[in-house]
């Protein structure tokens, strides 16, 4: 799971990118969650098939230059980061 809380709206398109990305390369995103009080904070929940998995979409992206430049340009609107892994239970 991630945790990103920003001051400023980052604009659909942008965050559009990111999701296709994520499909793409066979990330599922199992939801997308923002805050009720407050609109600023957003919660984005993925899944992949396993570690492995997890590891090659993340070196892809470090590499891929529209994901370096998007991350780039939505730094400053960031305040903070988490990333949470999370385990089935069943």
Not at 5 to 10: A, G, M, N, P, W
Not at 17 to 31: A, I, P, R, T
Not at 35 to 51: C, G, H, K
């Amino acid at each position: 799971m991630n945790k990103s809380v920003f001051k400023s709206l980052i604009p659909n398109e942008k965050t559009d990118f990111f999701f296709d990305l994520y499909k793409e390369h066979g990330v599922e995103v199992v939801g997308s969650y923002k805050n009720v009080d407050n609109d600023m904070e957003f919660y984005l929940i993925t899944a992949y098939r396993d570690e492995a998995h997890y590891k090659e979409f993340v070196s892809m992206a470090a590499n891929h230059p529209k994901y370096k430049e998007l991350t780039e340009e939505i730094k400053d609107k960031r305040t903070s980061v988490e990333m949470v892994t999370l385990e089935d239970t069943e």
